[in-house]
């Protein structure tokens, strides 16, 4: 496995504030890993993902120190159209994103600009329209729709680029419980069947975790925990004494494993499923 | 003991927009003194409509709510507003005032207070949502979410209303931000005796704050009564499409095993397996 994106001592300090958002971080990403990152609002999150798609230092004001590779380049080293073609962003606004006036122009916006021909652009949109589930809303503008979906619209028209890296900062803060189900489905297929790499910002663990090969705990412009996902997690209390706090079921293992009601050595279970098997062996059998 | 008074009381409320969508379908429902509810549901099944016709934005087209005695289709907005108070999910579609002042001020200004009356109200409510006065001639703009969600609900405190409706509290917030508006809500009912009701699709959160959970699907009211009971009925959950938070889930997973249906937290279930693995020991 390669690190597909590399950091390296990176410092951004925005020239607003005195202290750096990201504050010599060393990171590596490897290809076609789903990598959460995780950590409380104002820890730089954002800036990370900017950093990679060189929104940062192209449109902030601010000071960088350090390097950012992307695909064994330098951000800097790009034009801004070659990285947007390595790197997909969908913002936590998606608002923020949309320039057109209906859904369909949006999701064909940046294909056009990457100089697609007709057949190409109708065969992603024949892909990405229903694995985003937005094909009602074609006609509609993309700003009158509701704010899920406009999440759903945001995430189709980066999508429909296929970038190799997907960044999507906190991809579904406006879905109800089923509309978040369906986003990480889709970021499953895409690791299955296109081995994308993909860095969420995630604060809802709960649907992550079964995904996310790595996990990164920001802390404040740091990198304080990087790590596979179930080793990551076996370091709960350092966690939680960062303001993470993990799903119920992982919370409960751990809880268990701290007072040798369950093998130091197994890993904690993940998901429910998981913990479900976990708690029957413990309590006998089949029950 | 005496049963309190419901201070809402909605019968046979039935909204159809001009467009002819039912939003919502025969609903009957009432809050007491007391309450600290959650209101959940999928996206579109009802909840921000019911929660604009409780403070009189919307009329029923068939059916009534009394608030505090009143009848919403025959009561003005403004005395209204100083019972429900509604604070948007996203605190930028209700500031729009230059300063945290102004925007704190407008309803009190608007409901005609005098000056005097006027500024104790804003200090009172940027006291309680603990605003201080630096922030006073701040744009809200430009305050970092958190803050400009207390601003919203600072403004809606300054009306004084009995009850208040928060729509999706913790949307946008990291984890500890989440607890602490949570918290904060919780000392709003303790100590001056709000009602509160919260629309969340954070279950978690469902499960550690509010007493009672009323659940909407379909323009309807599937269930209504404790969280715990509510969480417990797996069958109207699915129908609803909401997952209770995942410790209930493994519960429930695990009920013919002995674990309740309804354990709320992991404290909870880490008692009820404790007692269970020394039964089978003995």
């Given amino acids: 496995m390669s690190a597909v994106i590399r950091f390296e001592s990176y410092t951004w300090r925005y020239s607003r504030t005195k202290q750096p958002a990201l504050d010599a971080i ?28 060189g929104l940062i230092p192209r449109q902030e004001m601010g000071v960088r120190k350090g390097k950012v590779y992307v695909m064994g380049r330098e951000v800097m080293a790009y034009t801004p159209a070659e990285l947007c073609q390595r790197v997909g962003l969908v913002f936590s606004d998606p608002e923020a994103q949309f320039t057109a006036m209906t859904v369909e122009d949006e999701v064909v916006f940046g294909m056009e600009n990457l100089g697609l021909p007709i057949e190409e652009i109708e065969r992603r949109l024949a892909w990405v329209v229903p694995l985003t589930e937005i094909g009602p809303l074609m006609d509609k503008p993309p700003y009158e729709v509701s704010g899920g979906q406009k999440q759903r619209v945001a995430l189709a028209s980066v999508l429909a680029m296929r970038p190799p890296i997907l960044v999507l900062d906190e991809p579904t803060t406006m879905l109800d419980p089923l509309g978040r189900r369906r986003v990480f489905q889709v970021l499953e297929r895409l690791k299955r069947e296109y081995q ?78 998981d913990g479900t098997a976990r708690l029957r062996e413990l309590l006998g059998g089949k029950g | ?34 309450d600290f509810v959650a209101l959940i549901g999928q996206n579109g099944s009802g909840k921000t409509t019911l929660s604009k016709c409780l403070n009189g934005l919307f009329k029923p087209t068939e059916g009534r709510i009394l608030v505090d005695g009143l009848d919403t289709r025959h009561t003005s907005i403004t005395k209204m507003a100083v019972r429900v108070g509604y604070v948007f999910q996203n605190p930028d579609h209700q500031l729009f005032n230059s300063t945290v002042w102004d925007e704190i001020a407008y309803g009190p200004r608007n409901i005609q207070l005098p000056k005097a009356e006027v500024e104790e109200r804003v200090r009172e409510a940027a006291e309680v949502v603990g605003l201080d006065e630096s922030t006073f001639e701040q744009h809200p703009f430009f305050l970092p979410k958190g803050l400009r969600q207390r601003v919203a609900i600072a403004s809606i405190l300054a009306l004084r209303p009995h009850m208040i409706i928060v729509d999706e509290p913790t949307t946008g917030q990291d984890v500890k931000q989440s607890l602490e508006i949570m918290d904060f809500l919780t000392r709003l009912h303790e100590e001056r005796g709000h009602i509160i009701v919260i629309i969340t699709h954070d279950m978690p959160i469902v499960a550690r704050y509010a007493r009672r959970t009323v659940l909407m699907a379909h323009s309807q009211i599937l269930a209504d009564g404790p969280t715990r009971s509510v969480f417990a009925q797996t069958d109207v959950l699915a129908e609803a499409f909401v997952e209770p938070p995942q410790i209930t889930q493994l519960a429930q997973r695990c009920a013919d095993l002995g674990f309740a249906a309804g354990t709320l937290s992991v404290q909870e279930m880490l008692e009820q397996f404790r007692s269970l693995a020394a039964r089978r020991r003995a």
């Fill in chain 2, 1 to 34: 003991m005496m049963k309190p008074e419901p201070y809402v009381v909605a019968e046979n409320v039935t909204f159809r927009y001009p467009d002819g969508t039912v939003a919502l379908r025969d609903i009957n429902l009432r809050f007491a003194e007391g």
């Fill in chain 1, 26 to 53: 060393d990171l590596e990403i490897e290809e076609g890993a789903i990598v959460g990152i995780i950590g409380p609002n104002g820890s730089g999150k954002t800036t990370l993902a900017y950093s990679i798609n």
């Fill in chain 1, 196 to 273: 994308s790499t993909i860095i969420v910002i995630e604060h809802s663990l709960e649907h992550l975790i079964p995904l996310a090969d790595h996990m990164v705990l920001l802390y404040y412009g740091k990198v304080l925990l990087a790590d596979e996902t179930e080793p990551f997690f076996e370091r709960l209390a350092f966690l939680m004494e960062h303001d993470v706090f993990p799903p119920g079921v992982v919370e409960f293992f751990y809880h268990l494993k701290q007072a040798g009601e369950y093998p130091a050595d197994a890993p904690l279970p993940l998901t429910v499923e």
